[in-house]
């Protein structure tokens, strides 16, 4: 049964569900003392684990991203994952976490933590795991904990796939919002979306937001990263992760910072969400929020240049990514 748990503290309201550890909505407030909701999401719970291609706010495992033709390599055994997206693996397959039930292990008025229990074999991935999520409200932020456990080596890159609009998420653009990111490199991607395995320097291109510029400024679909993509669909190397990713809306004054100690973070402008039926009846588009999901590389699996999503037997291993909200 899918139900909404309300975590809130001065600053923050926020409820999230067991239909695929999704975030429903994240109100903080503006500049007028208004409160806004700033993550796109839908009306009624069930919709989260039926019809979100989107994931709007959900967890994604075991593997979030593309896995290039669903075929990878562990301990020279060949495995082969669903092709969900052309001839890729995308977010695991169409039966990923973010499309499940989860149980809830405890909830307080400030924090709560998710388990899924996946059996070996399950979409196609080896060993027994347990992935438990814990968000966790303190003042203005909210601190994202990933851990995950298997009895046997696997796959293990995980992410909540937030979209942010810190407009309100009715407001129905992003492009206005300024970007910072902390990237010196990026990942070009083909045809296929995937990653070509080439760390690609942002100076002279779209994708140079070392300082804080408006998405819309960069946004040149004419340059052939960003059509392929048809947007930005790209992973961002975090080399220092102590500095924050800082997103902010110039029309409620509310800035987004995310740390994280991931290697890297994928930003998605909503390249293709059309005709979405959300929260409140409002109708959702491209660029209708913005993805700063923190995660290790597409594909790196099969990147041996790039830090491996690989969980070795029976070591836990966890993540964390924390969002801090402020308002100007």
Known sequence: MFKTYQLKTEALQMIVTNAGASVVSLKVKDNKDNWQDVVLGYEEVDTYVTTNDACFGSVVGRHANRIKSGL????????QLEKNNGGNNLHSGSKGFHLREWQVESVSDKAITFLMISPDGDQGFPGNMEMRVTYELEGNQVTINYIGLSDQTTVFNPTNHSYFNLSGHQDGNVLDHLLQLPCRYFMPIG????????????????????????????FDL????????????????????????????????????????????????????????GKEGIVYQERSGICLETQHCPNSINLPEEKSPILEPNQEISYQTKWQFTTN
């Open 72 to 79: 990878f390599e562990l301990n020279q055994k060949t495995y």
């Open 191 to 218: 045809e296929d979306s995937v990653p070509t395995g080439e760390r690609r320097s942002v100076s002279g291109t779209p994708m140079d937001y070392l300082t804080p510029k408006p998405i819309e400024t960069q």
């Open 222 to 277: 004419s340059n052939e990263q960003l059509r392929l993509g048809n947007g930005l669909d790209h992973h961002f190397v975090l080399a220092h992760e102590e500095k924050a990713m800082v997103l902010s809306s110039p029309r409620t004054g509310i800035t987004l910072e995310v740390t994280t100690n991931m290697p890297g973070v994928q930003i998605y402008t909503a390249n293709f969400v059309k005709d979405v039926k």
